[in-house]
C-alpha cells in the first residue's frame, strides 16, 4: 500500500504554465518531504525538500506549498519550460528514523514550446 | 569527479540465471540503498545498508541478495527468485542514515529477461 499518494499521473502543459503536482500521506510521523525530477534513462535528483514547520518554500522557479492539517504537500513549476519535462516524485520520511523514503508514484510533465 | 556508477547499463538475464548489478560510490558516504522502479509505481526499496557489513531488507527484498564488504561498494544479485525481474534499478547513497540526509541516485540499470 502506498503512503504517499501522487496525482496526477501526467501532465502537458505550454511553455510558461505552471504544472502543479499534489501529494497526500496519513502518516503523521513523517517529518521530511523532499521532490525528486527524473529525466529519462537517469537516477532521480532531489529538486526541493520542505519540513512541516514551513508552509512554503521557493527555489528558483519551483515553489513546495505545505499543508500540514490536510497532511498535503504540491509542487509548482512557475514559468515552466521545455526543459522542465521530466518526471516528478514526492517523498516523505519518518523524523528519527534511519531514512527509509516513501516514494509517490511519480507525475510525468511534457511542457511544449 | 565524486559520484555514483552503476554497471552496466543494460543487463540481460536467462531464464534460472542469477545476475549481479553493480553499484559504487565515491562520496565516502555510509548509507546506501537499492530501489526498484517499475511504470505508475515510483521508487520501492529492496534493500539498504548503513554501515560495512551490515545490511537491511526492504519491502521487497524476495529474489534478491546484497553485500557491503566495501564502504564504496553495494553489489544487487537478482537471483533466479525473482520472477518478474524487468525494472529499471537505481542504486542510492547518503552521507549517513538517519536524519533529513539528502539521497544521490546512480543512472540506473535497466535488467529485460530474455
Known amino acids: 500500500q502506498q503512503q504517499v499518494k501522487q496525482s496526477p499521473q501526467s501532465l502537458i502543459v505550454q511553455k510558461g504554465g505552471i504544472p502543479i503536482i499534489n501529494c497526500a500521506y496519513e502518516?503523521?510521523?513523517?517529518?521530511?518531504f523532499p521532490w525528486y525530477q527524473q529525466f529519462p534513462g537517469k537516477g532521480p535528483a532531489l529538486l526541493i525538500a520542505i519540513r512541516p514547520d514551513v508552509s512554503e518554500k521557493k527555489e528558483g522557479r519551483f515553489t513546495i506549498s505545505f499543508n500540514k492539517s490536510a497532511k498535503q504537500f504540491s509542487l509548482h513549476i512557475m514559468d515552466s519550460q521545455p526543459g522542465d519535462s521530466a518526471t516528478y516524485f514526492c517523498a516523505a520520511r519518518e523524523g528519527n528514523s534511519w531514512g527509509k523514503l516513501q516514494f509517490g508514484s511519480g507525475t510525468q510533465v511534457v511542457v511544449t514550446p | 569527479d565524486g559520484g555514483i556508477t552503476q554497471s552496466p547499463k543494460y543487463l540481460f538475464r536467462k531464464e534460472g540465471q542469477n545476475v549481479t548489478l553493480s553499484c559504487e560510490q565515491n562520496l565516502n558516504h555510509d548509507a546506501m540503498y537499492w530501489y526498484r522502479q517499475d511504470p505508475g509505481q515510483g521508487l520501492r526499496l529492496i534493500y539498504y545498508s548503513q554501515i560495512v557489513n551490515d545490511f537491511q531488507k526492504g519491502d521487497i527484498a524476495e529474489g534478491y541478495s546484497v553485500s557491503r564488504e566495501k564502504k564504496e561498494s553495494f553489489p544487487l544479485t537478482v537471483t533466479s527468485a525473482q520472477k518478474n525481474p524487468t525494472a529499471f534499478y537505481l542504486c542510492?547513497?547518503?552521507?549517513?542514515?538517519?536524519?533529513?540526509?539528502?539521497?544521490?541516485f546512480g543512472p540506473g540499470t535497466r535488467l529485460l529477461v530474455l
Open positions: 542510492a547513497s547518503s552521507i549517513r542514515p538517519q536524519g533529513r540526509e539528502t539521497q544521490y
Open positions: 502518516n503523521t510521523a513523517f517529518d521530511y
